[in-house]
């Protein structure tokens, strides 16, 4: 850790997280809580979060996150956990919009694609980031001093990728919600980006989708010839969250080892 930068800005703000138990998700809810933060993750696994929390409980130095079970889904539910974070911390100052369905659960080819699974796939896919946030908002206006929004987004759109249109379609509409989101929000001080991450080798994308055949599809289109791993993206999230980035709104940041040139 040590020979990674340290964020002083970080230290004590109130940092939420959705899909915080597992892959990318995980790993900014532990680099968060290096940095001192105050963290709350939401997700529906317990069994994940629980063994989150143990991993860093055992960290020394590192702040104790805040876990919610939570099927982001459920808009009830959802703000429900963002008025009780607001309530306990006097506010968010940074929100990770990260939850989605990853894995094989994700890939659902055109001609498979239901009204039923499809409206399950946008809820999962881009609807609570956007309820999410219109939840936070207000108290990253009240606290005065900013914010950040950073929505997950992903490069399978940008490829474009075949065999997962909805969740594709799901991950460019977060560029067009990030920029818009960027202009509305501006004028209060609240910055709002996305992190587009490619083949990142979460421990769902080992056992699910990453057979030796997609692996090697994976380093053809790379530049670097290896594997990305989900920290290597939570470190640009928390560059994003912190005041180092105090000038950047309404942009996203590619994190696939060179497989597409820009977004």
């Keep these: 850790m040590e020979k990674y930068a340290t964020y002083p800005s970080l230290r004590g703000k109130t940092v939420l997280i959705t899909g915080g138990a597992e892959g990318i998700g995980a790993a900014s809810v532990e680099l968060f809580c290096r940095q001192g ?40 539910r959802l703000k429900e956990c963002a008025a009780q974070t607001i309530a306990k911390h006097g506010g968010v ?24 699974s499809w409206e399950d796939d946008i809820n999962i896919g881009i609807r609570h980031q956007f309820f999410l946030t219109q939840a936070v908002l207000p108290s990253m206006r009240e606290r ?8 997950m987004g992903s490069i399978t759109w ?34 709002v980006n996305s992190v587009v991450p490619g083949a990142v080798a979460t421990q769902r994308q080992r056992d699910e989708v990453m057979t030796e055949g997609y692996r090697a599809e994976v380093m053809a289109a790379q530049s670097l010839k290896r594997d990305i791993l989900p920290e290597e993206v939570a470190r640009l999230i928390l560059f994003l969250a912190a005041d180092d980035s105090s000038a950047i709104t309404g942009s996203s940041y590619v994190v696939d080892g060179g497989w597409v040139s820009d977004i």
Excluded: W
């Excluded at 989150?52 to 702040?63: D, F």
């Excluded at 876990?67 to 459920?74: A, G, I, P, S, W």
């Excluded at 940074?94 to 498979?112: F, W």
């Design 37 to 76: 933060s105050n963290v709350v993750f939401l997700d529906y696994s317990t069994t994940s979060a629980q063994a989150l929390l143990a991993k860093i409980q055992s960290i020394p130095g590192a702040a104790q996150p805040s876990f919610m079970h939570c099927d982001v889904t459920d808009l009830a």
């Design 93 to 116: 100052d940074v929100l990770l919009n990260n939850a989605a369905r990853a894995g094989a659960a994700s890939r659902v080819a055109t001609a498979d694609v239901t009204p039923e």
């Design 144 to 151: 005065g001093a900013g914010g950040s929004v950073i929505n």
């Design 158 to 191: 940008r490829i474009p990728t075949a065999g997962l249109p909805v969740y594709a379609l799901c991950k460019a509409a977060v560029v067009g919600m990030t920029r818009t989101h960027a202009k509305e929000f501006g004028g209060y001080g609240v910055r």
